[in-house]
Nanobody, 122 residues
């Protein structure tokens, strides 16, 4: 099993910055893909950014140039640096992990964190 614990959310004014962290724990050898999704009220959950173990990254068009995703493979931790935040970035941000190799073997299961609230005031 993989447990994901997020931290770093909060309230910030427009133009400000926040850094989210997500630490994966469990009997893990490696995780191929880690990412951040977000869900605003009455909207579908959407991909914000993802990064694979080889470090290729993918960003939603709405955050390109403002957000940066990175990871520490040794710590199974993924980060999301969010700069120039806008009110429309307000959402619950969820950490995601896919392609984990556990002590018991590889798994195709999709793992989610509990979510952390990001609120950007205008």
């Amino acid at each position: 099993q993989v447990q994901l614990v997020e931290s770093g959310g909060g309230l910030v004014q427009a133009g400000g910055s926040l850094r989210l962290s997500c630490a994966a724990s469990g009997s893990i050898f490696s995780i191929n893909r880690m990412g951040w999704y977000r869900q605003a009220p009455e909207k579908q959950r959407e991909l914000v950014a993802s990064i694979t173990s080889g470090s290729p990254t993918n960003y939603a068009d709405s955050v390109k140039g403002r957000f940066t995703i990175s990871r520490d493979n040794a710590k199974n931790t993924v980060y999301l640096q969010m700069n120039s935040l806008k009110p429309e970035d307000t959402a619950v941000y969820y950490c995601n992990a896919q392609g984990a190799v556990l002590v018991s073997g590889p798994t195709n299961r999709n793992y989610w964190g509990q979510g952390t609230q990001v609120t950007v005031s205008s």
